[in-house]
Each structure stands twice: as structure tokens, then as C-alpha cells.
């Protein structure tokens, strides 16, 4: 995409933060436990959105700083973490303060150098860093229609064992590993709805061409209360000085 789409898309999240709140499903305790090291105390959730990823932190027992721009997002975020304005390459937290730097689903939002260099500051020595994204488990097959209908970039297909790692050859961090992990959210229509209307593709089509997609998507949704197939794939490096 061009930097003008990048920079459009990046910054259209809070006019649908309601949506989000509601639509977008959570990470894997699984994937949790592999990213996070041993002991971890203090938990940074970075781009924390309306705070999915700050539920499942709180939930395995850690203290949490959420870190978001957006206020209507900000708004979403737990009372239990400590929320935050600040950005992933302006952080307002102490340098080697945290055990752990979160991000779900957000990472390929970032200026990375700045960004890098921002992560590797607020860590401590043997801290982790986290990257979590939620893929469309496009191997079901109304998943895939619906994938072909959004014309999703987040299909679970798409992963590939020798795609570029998100960065690499940042200074004092070691190079990323990689784990996939299969889960499944709990979804209705109204809730998938809520998912759609959250992505930013969505949010800046005209009125006519959304709601001409809402209607596809409701089309093709089973009936009822029915699980949403999906891959999380997680990334993990480590502070090393």
C-alpha cells in the first residue's frame, strides 16, 4: 500500500471503536504463555487498541501498562491496566521498566527503527517482545468466502515458513522466533458485523460500498451462535543487552 493509504488507514481506528471493542477476538492463552518469559511481572501492551490483548494479560495474572493514541479507544481499555496516550515510537514509560512488550495486531502499523528502538529502551535485560496477529483460518470454507468478500489480507493461507520476519538486525535483540497456534472465537452475526465494521478497509469505503458489503457478509454467516476459526501467529524476540 502507499504511504499515504498506510498513514490513512493507521490512524481510522476510533471512529469504530465501539465495533472493535465488540468485534475483534481475542489471543490464545497458549500463545501467550510461549511469548512471555518466565516471571514476568510488568507487562507492556503496545498500539493496546480497546484493550482485547490487555484482557487476556490481566487474565494470566500480570500488571499491565496499555499504551494507545486513539482516545476512543483508550476508552475501552480495562481499569484494571494502567492506560496510557503515547505512541510505539514515542513511549511514555521508563527506560528497562517492563518485562514484556505486547502488540496485537498492530505491529505492521509501526515505524519500525523508531519503533525498535523504543521497545528495546523500555525492556529489560531478558525481557521479551511479542508480535500477535489473528489470521482467518481461511481453510473453512464460509471463511474463505468471507475472506474473499472483505478481500482480507489476514488469511491464514498467506503464511508462508519462509516469509520475512517482521524486523530483523536490531541492535541488543535477538532474531525473532515464530509459533502458530489454532483458537476459535465465539461469533453471531451482529458480533461479526461488529468485526467487519472494525477493520480499516472498511471504515473508509463509501456508505453505499459498505453497506453493500455488510449485506455479502450477512449473507453468507452460518446461523446462530458459531465459532470463528483462526490462526494466531506469534513472534518472539528477546532484549540481550
Do not use: K
Request: glycine share 8%; charged share 25%.
Amino acid at each position: 500500500m502507499t504511504g499515504d493509504t498506510w498513514s490513512t488507514r493507521r490512524t481510522s481506528f476510533g471512529s469504530q471503536a465501539d465495533a472493535y471493542a465488540h468485534g475483534r477476538p481475542s489471543y490464545p492463552v497458549e500463545a501467550l504463555e510461549w511469548v512471555l518469559p518466565t516471571g514476568a511481572q510488568r507487562v507492556l501492551d503496545l498500539a493496546a487498541g480497546t484493550g482485547r490483548l490487555t484482557e487476556a494479560l490481566l487474565e494470566a495474572g500480570v500488571a499491565v501498562v496499555a499504551v494507545e493514541p486513539l482516545a476512543e479507544m483508550r476508552a475501552h481499555i480495562p481499569s484494571a491496566a494502567e492506560a496510557l496516550d503515547g505512541t510505539a515510537e514515542s513511549i511514555p514509560v521508563a527506560d528497562a521498566s517492563v518485562d514484556a512488550v505486547m502488540v496485537g495486531q498492530a505491529f505492521h502499523w509501526f515505524d519500525v527503527p523508531r519503533s525498535m528502538a523504543e521497545i528495546r529502551r523500555v525492556l529489560r535485560p531478558g525481557g521479551r517482545v511479542g508480535l500477535l496477529w489473528n489470521m482467518l483460518d481461511d481453510s473453512e470454507p464460509w471463511v474463505d468466502e468471507l475472506a474473499r468478500i472483505l478481500d482480507a489480507e489476514e488469511r491464514a493461507s498467506h503464511l508462508r515458513s519462509d516469509q520475512d520476519t517482521p524486523y530483523s538486525g536490531v541492535e541488543g535483540m535477538s532474531p525473532l522466533e515464530r509459533a502458530l497456534f489454532r483458537h476459535t472465537g465465539t461469533y453471531d452475526a451482529d458480533r461479526l458485523v461488529a468485526f467487519v465494521h472494525s477493520r480499516s478497509q472498511t471504515i473508509l469505503l463509501p456508505d453505499d460500498e459498505r453497506a453493500s458489503l455488510i449485506d455479502r457478509v450477512r449473507a453468507i454467516l452460518p446461523a446462530g451462535e458459531f465459532p470463528l476459526p483462526l490462526v494466531c501467529e506469534a513472534w518472539r524476540g528477546e532484549r540481550t543487552a
